[in-house]
């Protein structure tokens, strides 16, 4: 049924600095705090459901045939821009699989390639549809800066890497960083931690800001930056594959110094769309808790239960979402299950899941998803 919803939109108000940051002064006006909205009762007698209008961006993509997807480009395993052009890791094949979900086609992705500053704005100016950047849920991002944020698909926290030769080890600890200069990208929840962790110590530090995570490696590698810092995967990721022969890199403090949940986001108030990448997300999660793979899918669709209802089978709650009831069973068949796109992307820099947070929920890790009925 076609839901009526007149909308006034009065001027999206983007009042986003020039690095268009996260922090409490950049106030960004969503299409919420500047709408008046009045939503006429439709046939079915309710007052008709914000966020799931005609219109949405759920239509949009449908209508397109292509998913506009913000990514890092440059955050190894991640999302990472190939001299083809192609864009390859975690984060992207998250892409690919919405797009297989609601286009029934994985390769139809636009991918755009965003600085942590810039990534917010493009998903409020429309310019993604949504972001998957090694972006860490925050209050106020998930408020004030007008995101709602998917399922986390990767539970990280920050860290630091600096250089054994200069005396640093995997067991040194933020208090070993007096005097070093630090550095990171800007518009990132990396810099607020590392500016508050070293203030509460009493440990002074110098820390350069970069746009983006390329010319902080290249700072770095110079020697203009004793130690660089960031979610302990990029680190990870980066001394897989930057570090010099010769040289060893070090990842510490062993215990984080934050909690950064990385997941998909979407602009807020259009819970249609933001229920569509959510249930992408726990999808891939249920498949990889069923044991059905891209190999094994087409052939458990017939099964009963719920490993049926999400192949599209009998009791299928997709179409009653805006979409074909296939749409899982493409994704999963088309990109795989949680666990074959985190080992895919993720195992070949040695990022496990085994003994983490990012192991399932059946074997002591966080990763969990809501039953599929
Ligand atoms: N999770 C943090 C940091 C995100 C971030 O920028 N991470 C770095 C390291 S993984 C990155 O994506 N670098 C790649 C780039 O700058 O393109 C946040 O959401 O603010």
């Given at each position: 049924m076609l839901k009526r919803l007149s909308v006034l939109l009065i001027a999206l108000a983007l009042v986003a600095a020039a690095c268009g940051d996260?922090?409490?002064?950049?106030t960004v006006t969503t299409a919420a705090d500047t709408t008046e909205t009045t939503a006429a009762p439709d046939d079915d007698g309710d007052d008709g459901d914000v966020g799931q209008a005609e219109g949405g961006i759920l239509a949009a993509v449908q209508a397109r045939g292509v998913l506009k997807c913000g990514v890092?480009?440059?955050?190894?395993?991640?999302s990472e821009q190939q001299p083809d052009g192609s864009v390859t890791g975690f984060d992207a094949d998250y892409c690919r699989y919405i797009a297989a979900a609601v286009l029934?086609?994985?390769?139809?992705v636009e991918f755009t390639a965003l600085t942590a500053a810039e990534r917010f704005t493009a998903v409020q100016t429309g310019a993604v549809d949504v972001l998957i950047r090694n972006t860490t849920w925050t209050q106020s991002r998930d408020t004030d800066v007008g995101m709602d944020f998917a399922p986390t698909t990767y539970y990280d926290g920050q860290q630091v890497m600096a250089r054994?030769?200069?005396?640093?080890?995997?067991?040194?600890?933020?208090?070993?960083?007096?005097?070093a200069v630090v550095c990171t990208n800007a518009g990132t929840t990396t810099e607020k931690n590392i500016t508050e962790v070293t203030n509460q110590l009493g440990v002074d530090i110098t820390l350069n800001t970069f746009e983006d995570y390329n010319q902080v490696m290249d700072q770095f590698i110079a020697g203009a930056c004793d130690a660089v810092t960031t979610d302990g995967s990029g680190l990870v990721g980066r001394k897989a594959t930057q570090q010099p022969e010769g040289e060893n890199w070090v990842i510490f403090?062993?215990?984080?110094?934050s909690k950064e949940p990385l997941g998909p986001v979407t602009g807020q108030n259009d819970s249609q769309w933001l229920d569509v990448v959510k249930w992408a997300v726990f999808s891939s999660i249920l498949f990889d808790e069923n044991g059905v793979t891209s190999a094994n899918a087409a052939g458990r669709a017939?099964?009963?239960?719920e490993v049926g209802r999400l192949l599209?089978?009998?009791?299928?709650?997709q179409e009653a979402m805006g979409?074909?009831?296939d749409a899982w069973l493409n994704a999963v068949s088309q990109v795989g299950n949680y666990d074959e796109i985190f080992s895919r992307n993720l195992n070949p820099v040695?990022?496990?899941?085994?003994?983490?947070?990012?192991?399932s929920y059946l074997f002591g890790g966080l990763i969990y998803a809501p039953p599929a009925r």
């Amino acid at each position: 049924m076609l839901k009526r919803l007149s909308v006034l939109l009065i001027a999206l108000a983007l009042v986003a600095a020039a690095c268009g940051d996260d922090d409490a002064e950049t106030t960004v006006t969503t299409a919420a705090d500047t709408t008046e909205t009045t939503a006429a009762p439709d046939d079915d007698g309710d007052d008709g459901d914000v966020g799931q209008a005609e219109g949405g961006i759920l239509a949009a993509v449908q209508a397109r045939g292509v998913l506009k997807c913000g990514v890092s480009g440059s955050a190894t395993a991640f999302s990472e821009q190939q001299p083809d052009g192609s864009v390859t890791g975690f984060d992207a094949d998250y892409c690919r699989y919405i797009a297989a979900a609601v286009l029934g086609d994985s390769t139809a992705v636009e991918f755009t390639a965003l600085t942590a500053a810039e990534r917010f704005t493009a998903v409020q100016t429309g310019a993604v549809d949504v972001l998957i950047r090694n972006t860490t849920w925050t209050q106020s991002r998930d408020t004030d800066v007008g995101m709602d944020f998917a399922p986390t698909t990767y539970y990280d926290g920050q860290q630091v890497m600096a250089r054994e030769g200069d005396g640093f080890t995997g067991a040194s600890a933020i208090t070993d960083l007096e005097g070093a200069v630090v550095c990171t990208n800007a518009g990132t929840t990396t810099e607020k931690n590392i500016t508050e962790v070293t203030n509460q110590l009493g440990v002074d530090i110098t820390l350069n800001t970069f746009e983006d995570y390329n010319q902080v490696m290249d700072q770095f590698i110079a020697g203009a930056c004793d130690a660089v810092t960031t979610d302990g995967s990029g680190l990870v990721g980066r001394k897989a594959t930057q570090q010099p022969e010769g040289e060893n890199w070090v990842i510490f403090p062993p215990s984080p110094i934050s909690k950064e949940p990385l997941g998909p986001v979407t602009g807020q108030n259009d819970s249609q769309w933001l229920d569509v990448v959510k249930w992408a997300v726990f999808s891939s999660i249920l498949f990889d808790e069923n044991g059905v793979t891209s190999a094994n899918a087409a052939g458990r669709a017939g099964e009963e239960g719920e490993v049926g209802r999400l192949l599209g089978g009998e009791g299928q709650l997709q179409e009653a979402m805006g979409l074909s009831p296939d749409a899982w069973l493409n994704a999963v068949s088309q990109v795989g299950n949680y666990d074959e796109i985190f080992s895919r992307n993720l195992n070949p820099v040695g990022l496990t899941r085994e003994g983490s947070f990012n192991a399932s929920y059946l074997f002591g890790g966080l990763i969990y998803a809501p039953p599929a009925r």
